[in-house]
């Protein structure tokens, strides 16, 4: 497995969130966790991000042990996290919040900065904009480019289509089909149980921070327990 | 002709002087609106960093002057200027590591920060005094004037005139050139760029490999650096008291919030809005309306809003009245 974070325990202060969760993808592939809210679907992604002190487990990524490396030791590494909230440079152009995800990477630029305007055109056109001038899904857009321009190896999005609307929510799953189609390994957090584990290869269905489901993303969906406790019918 | 003198005594009693004293404070507003927009704090030693650099820029001068060091018709102070900078940014490090790196480790509130600074700004006054004495020092030798009222008045042929002092000269321009180059270090350069996102989204920044101490320690430095220059060129033009910058906190923290803290353009208009204000609120027009007005209406008293002894009372009202209107200021910055 590329990424492979294994029986993950922790959480904030006295109270542990994750007990023993299990998540892995590959590359080339979706993973999508899903779960009632405060299972600890955003916990799960913050501590393999690293943004969570672990009491036990460890998180396996390209072959190397890096619990214990801090998130910007983890980008480096090639991680990309996008969190939910606040996930943009607000006063700056779109262009500049480009450049700045390219800090990591600044020999690429260019080529970079190329493909994520050809895989968001919308942004070409709105380089010199301010992002904070720009509609949700739009800023989704940026946020997910500037994630993409530190030449991620595992992409990490956290509830990518909280507040935009289901148009967009449709294009935005468009884009991340083909941004793992390059050979990005994704994992998502999601609210949009159905929608996500459609375009997924895998799924996670968390509960009480632990692996109450773990199957293919259409096996899922046919599963008739999860139908009924997670996807309303 | 007589709308003509009332133009030169304007110009001579508060364009010139206000544009002067704006923009020595769009300087110092400049440090608090960095300071606050990257450290996340009202740095209220702010003033005191100023009296340090102008005080060692002092120093540096007397010491330039018994060995016959000058700068012919310019101010010997100017030559001692890049020592002074570094000095106060050494000092702003040294504050830096000892005070506020403590309160950024424990993630302390704004509000602790604050008075973390105002602990330095009464620590550094007193520091101040002990080094240079409490009096005032007036160190401004060379040329006074570029040119004077009486040539003004002789070359024009006018009954009124203005004169250029030197130190207005140097004010303006040093200003804008340091102005134009802070905006062009903020908005074109890597670095530059590193510490507006640092500004925007400290976790965002952090995630794209922008190092904040590095960060921090630049703000010190732009911040330590723009305070020297802002004391020693208010030094030059008035006269430097080591009382004057406690007084001088209120109107350069209304121009910072009057054109949007945070926001570095904000502070710099907000410097001649509050600098402008002040003078013409202060100013007796009885010699202007003298001169517009037709014969014999010229009013008897001195047509004066507020005597010179309320000025700092304007900048307050001014913080006041921008503070229910528009808590954000003109350019919108951060809400206090």
Redesign the interface.
Same mark, same amino acid.
């Given at each position: 497995m590329f990424l492979n974070a294994e029986n993950m325990l922790g959480g904030y202060g006295e109270t542990t969130i994750l007990n023993g969760c299990s998540i892995s993808v590959e590359k080339g592939e979706i993973a999508v966790i899903v779960g009632p809210n405060g299972a600890g679907k955003s916990t799960a992604m913050r501590a393999i991000f690293g943004m969570l002190n672990l009491q036990a487990g460890k998180v396996i990524f390209d072959n190397q042990d890096i619990t214990s490396l801090k998130?910007?030791e983890r %980008? /480096?590494k090639g991680m990309g +996290?996008v969190?939910q909230t606040?996930? %943009? +440079?607000?006063?700056?152009t779109v262009l @500049?919040n480009m @450049?700045? /995800?390219g +800090?990591?990477n600044k020999d690429r630029f260019e080529e970079n900065v190329q493909e994520v305007f050809k895989l968001f055109p919308i942004l070409q056109e709105k380089e010199k904009q301010l992002v904070g001038e720009l509609s949700g899904g739009q800023r989704q857009q940026v946020a997910v480019g500037?994630a993409l321009m530190?030449n991620p190896k595992l992409l990490m999005l956290d509830e990518p289509t909280a507040g935009v609307s289901p148009i967009v929510v449709k294009e935005l799953f468009e884009k991340i089909i083909e941004i793992s189609k390059t050979g990005i390994a994704i994992l998502m957090v999601e609210q949009n149980a159905k929608q996500a584990l459609n375009i997924a290869d895998h799924g996670f269905v968390l509960v009480q921070g632990e692996n109450k489901y773990t199957d293919k993303g259409s096996n899922l969906l046919a599963n008739k327990d999860v139908r009924k406790a997670f996807l309303g019918g | 002709m007589d709308y003509f003198n009332a133009l030169a005594l304007i110009t001579n009693y508060i364009l010139l002087p206000g544009i002067t004293y704006g923009s020595q404070l769009a300087l110092g507003a400049l440090g608090v609106t960095l300071i606050y927009a990257v450290l996340r704090f009202s740095n209220f030693a702010h003033g005191e960093i100023m009296s340090f650099g102008t005080m060692v820029c002092i120093l540096f001068t007397w010491l330039g002057q018994s060995y016959g060091v000058n700068l012919g018709f310019l101010p010997t102070a100017l030559l001692f200027l890049p020592i002074a900078i570094f000095f106060s940014v050494i000092y702003c490090i040294f504050l830096e590591r000892i005070v506020f790196s403590y309160y950024r480790a424990k993630k302390s509130d704004p509000i602790v920060f604050l008075i973390a600074s105002i602990g330095v700004m009464f620590f550094t006054a007193g520091l101040i005094r002990f080094i240079i004495g409490p009096s005032d020092q007036s160190f401004n030798d060379g040329v006074r004037f570029l040119f004077t009222v009486r040539d003004f008045k002789n070359f024009t042929g006018l009954n009124e005139g203005f004169g250029l002092k030197t130190t207005q000269a140097i004010t303006v321009i040093t200003t804008m050139a340091l102005c134009f180059l802070l905006f062009w270090f903020l908005n074109k350069t890597r670095t530059g760029k590193s510490m507006r996102a640092f500004s925007d989204n400290e976790d965002l920044a952090l995630l794209s490999g922008i190092d904040p101490n590095k960060v921090v320690l630049l703000t010190w430095v732009i911040a330590g650096g723009l305070a020297t220059f802002a004391g020693v060129l208010y030094g030059l033009d008035k006269v430097y008291k080591p009382f004057i910058f406690l007084q001088m906190l209120l109107p350069i923290f209304s121009a910072a919030i009057v054109g949007g803290v945070g926001n570095p353009l904000g502070a710099f208009v907000g410097g001649y809005i509050i600098a402008l204000s002040e003078l013409f609120v202060t100013f007796a027009y009885k010699k202007v309306l003298g001169y517009i007005l037709p014969e014999g209406l010229g009013p008897d008293s001195m047509m004066q809003f507020l005597s010179t002894d309320y000025k700092f009372a304007v900048s307050f009202i001014i913080l006041v009245i921008v503070l229910i209107i528009r808590p954000t200021g003109i350019f919108s910055g951060k809400t206090l």
């Open positions: 998130p910007q %980008v /480096g +996290f969190p606040n996930n %943009v +440079f607000t006063s700056m @500049e @450049e700045i /995800g +800090f990591i500037r530190t | -």
